[in-house]
């Protein structure tokens, strides 16, 4: 079964750091892009960092020069540095990512994780 796995989550105080980390399991023969959203209570989901199948990557405006988001292409991994987190970072945070099961031709399919909860403390 093809799963996104998330991990890292926690409860921190304002200006420190955590690294989310999500893992692609199962039948994947390839990831493309892939990606990090957050929902917030309340609020919709939002894109917060891409990183393209060619590496390139760019960035919510509210998380530049603090988040930095990486892959490794060889493991269907992907991680999110976070430094000097803010209150207003407090939201759910999903791995979602392009995916092609099993062959070259079948995908990509936008999957998604089950999130990791990030409470940042003021």
């Known amino acids: 079964q093809t799963q996104l796995v998330e991990s890292g989550g926690g409860l921190v105080q304002a200006g420190e750091s955590l690294t989310l980390s999500c893992v692609g399991t199962?039948?994947?023969?390839?990831?493309?892009?892939m990606a990090w959203y957050r929902q917030a209570p309340g609020k919709q989901r939002e894109l917060v960092a891409r990183?393209?199948?060619?590496?390139?990557?760019n960035y919510a405006d509210s998380v530049k020069g603090r988040f930095t988001i990486s892959r490794d292409s060889g493991k269907n991994a992907m991680s999110l540095r976070m430094n000097s987190l803010k209150p207003e970072d407090t939201a759910v945070y999903y791995c979602?990512?392009?995916?092609?099961?099993?062959?070259?031709?079948?995908?990509?399919?936008?999957?998604w994780g089950q999130g990791t909860q990030v409470t940042v403390s003021s």
């Open positions: 979602n990512a392009d995916v092609f099961i099993a062959s070259p031709d079948n995908g990509p399919y936008s999957w």
């Open positions: 199962g039948p994947i023969f390839k990831i493309g892009d």
């Open positions: 990183i393209f199948d060619d590496g390139g990557t």
